[in-house]
């Protein structure tokens, strides 16, 4: 077996430490076989590792299945809990819901500030004056001819990052799908 391959596994083994010994070792026996079966099909170490993910969201994915297995308390299975979180939590229980929050408020912003651009402009032009939207600068604040320029420049800007959070949101949902069916 390749040297990127077996300190991948040590990669694995070291993040499934709050397992029990015997659990571990299957763990690992099982990914080496596949990783063997891979390499008998003429997979490069490079092509398996990239098939199985990383060695982080793997651990975790065993450490989830494993805390859904055995519901009972022990301490074992608190030091479990807590490896599982801290390989898998941050990105499910912080990152996640904030990339989505943010996302989403990002895209009604990048929808809403071009078209107040456009209302304040258009009310110039009618001669009313819209005293709580201007773009302002420092103490320069922008004509309303500028003013929906600017704001609609502002705007896409906001929507293209309120579309990437939410397509990086979705990718990851869809990355811890794919890790959990395939571990069932």
């Not at 074992?76 to 929050?101: C, E, K, N």
């Not at 309120?162 to 949101?169: D, E, N, T």
């Given at each position: 077996m390749d040297t990127a391959l077996e300190l991948y596994l040590e990669k694995i083994d070291r993040r499934l430490r709050p397992m029990p010994l015997s659990e571990r070792a299957d763990i690992v026996r099982e990914i080496k076989s596949g990783m063997l079966e891979l390499e008998s099909l003429g997979l490069r170490p490079e092509e398996i590792t990239a098939r199985l993910?990383?060695?982080r969201e793997l651990a975790a994915a065993y450490l989830g299945e494993a805390i859904v297995k055995n519901?009972?308390?022990?301490?074992?299975?608190?030091?479990?809990?807590?490896?599982f979180y801290s390989l898998a939590g941050l990105g499910g229980m912080i990152v996640l819901p904030a990339?989505?929050?943010?996302?989403?408020?990002?895209?009604?912003?990048?929808?809403?500030?071009?078209?107040?651009?456009?209302?304040?402009f258009l009310a110039s032009l009618l001669g009313v004056q819209v005293p709580w939207y201007m773009v302002r600068l420092g103490?320069?604040?922008?004509?309303?001819?500028?003013a929906f320029p600017i704001s609609a420049a502002v705007g896409l800007l906001l929507?293209?990052?309120?579309?990437?959070?939410?397509?990086?949101?979705?990718?990851?949902?869809?990355?811890?799908?794919?890790k959990r069916r395939s571990l069932t």
């Amino acid at each position: 077996m390749d040297t990127a391959l077996e300190l991948y596994l040590e990669k694995i083994d070291r993040r499934l430490r709050p397992m029990p010994l015997s659990e571990r070792a299957d763990i690992v026996r099982e990914i080496k076989s596949g990783m063997l079966e891979l390499e008998s099909l003429g997979l490069r170490p490079e092509e398996i590792t990239a098939r199985l993910g990383s060695p982080r969201e793997l651990a975790a994915a065993y450490l989830g299945e494993a805390i859904v297995k055995n519901p009972r308390f022990s301490f074992r299975r608190l030091g479990t809990m807590a490896a599982f979180y801290s390989l898998a939590g941050l990105g499910g229980m912080i990152v996640l819901p904030a990339a989505s929050i943010t996302a989403v408020t990002f895209l009604a912003c990048g929808a809403l500030i071009p078209a107040m651009g456009l209302g304040a402009f258009l009310a110039s032009l009618l001669g009313v004056q819209v005293p709580w939207y201007m773009v302002r600068l420092g103490s320069w604040t922008a004509p309303p001819a500028l003013a929906f320029p600017i704001s609609a420049a502002v705007g896409l800007l906001l929507l293209l990052a309120g579309r990437g959070l939410w397509r990086a949101s979705v990718g990851f949902v869809r990355m811890v799908q794919k890790k959990r069916r395939s571990l069932t």
